[in-house]
């Protein structure tokens, strides 16, 4: 097997008969009057011809077998190897940028045309390539704002269906309070807050990333009062669970300091909270 091709047997053999033939060609080019390469020129003329070797083992493996890759190699490897042989051969760009256009690569699909631009082309070759670049440029726009749209759908679906899974009336069981929760015509969520000492308390700042529902809770008896900022998601078990900080009211600072003698001011108690539906 022979370049990653069952098919294509050439032998060591093989290839010296070959090189021998084409060593014996550029040799006969000397007995010419009117021919005789430098080898500046022939270095260039064999990387012409090496570049067009990987042009055609790509074209035509890819035509075969309809298999983006030939002996092990991506056909983009192939046509990148052809222009870096010959970076003076305007094909050699070209094709590599179709070939990075059909694997989706539209960046780099543009920095090549934008290289061959740089060759001298016809004022024809010119628009196309600019028309070519500009069709490029405006499908990748398209796909990324098609990925977009695909991912905001995915998290509206997602936000969505958990708003779904905890509507409804939960009773804490840490804190003495009930919190109703309700799916608005808009798709919003909304949140009552029920207390069982303090009558209906206020709730604020109702968010919800991913699945995670925050709102806080400014929980009032008489002159006291807290605040507490919720983190709840519906664990496996069907309760919402999640970590709450709360905070002290002034007027809970200044009765805990008449009770206990100790500023608390600057503390803030964290704990677990855990509802349970009603």
Request: net charge negative; proline share 3%; with cysteine.
């Amino acid at each position: 097997m022979r370049n990653g091709n069952p098919d294509w047997e050439f032998g060591d053999t093989h290839e010296l008969a070959l090189t021998k033939e084409i060593m014996g060609v550029i040799g006969r080019y000397h007995q010419h009057q009117d021919v005789d390469p430098s080898p500046l020129c022939l270095r260039d003329t064999m990387l012409a011809v090496a570049a067009l070797l990987h042009l055609e083992a790509a074209t035509v493996a890819g035509a075969k077998s309809g298999k983006p890759s030939v002996g092990g190699k991506s056909i983009i490897e192939e046509f990148t190897e052809a222009a870096r042989l010959a970076p003076q051969w305007p094909e050699a760009r070209y094709n590599l940028a179709l070939a990075k256009e059909s694997a989706g690569d539209y960046s780099g699909a543009m920095t090549d045309l934008k290289l061959y631009q740089q060759f001298k082309l016809s004022d024809t070759e010119a628009r196309t390539v600019q028309d070519k670049i500009y069709a490029i440029e405006a499908r990748q726009k398209m796909e990324i704002s098609d990925a977009a749209a695909n991912v905001q759908a995915k998290a509206d679906s997602t936000r969505d269906a958990f708003i779904r899974s905890i509507q409804g009336d939960w009773k804490s069981l840490v804190s003495s309070y009930i919190i109703s929760i309700n799916r608005a015509d808009d798709g919003s969520v909304v949140i009552k807050s029920i207390s069982y000492r303090g009558g209906n308390q206020p709730v604020s700042n109702v968010s919800i990333t991913g699945t995670v529902l925050h709102f806080v809770v400014r929980t009032q008896w008489g002159d006291q009062g807290t605040v507490l900022d919720e983190s709840l998601s519906l664990a496996s078990n069907g309760k919402l669970v999640g970590p709450v900080v709360q905070h002290w009211s002034q007027s809970t600072i200044d009765s805990y300091m008449q009770r206990h003698g100790r500023d608390v001011s600057n503390e803030v108690s964290n704990y677990n909270n855990s509802f349970d539906r009603q």
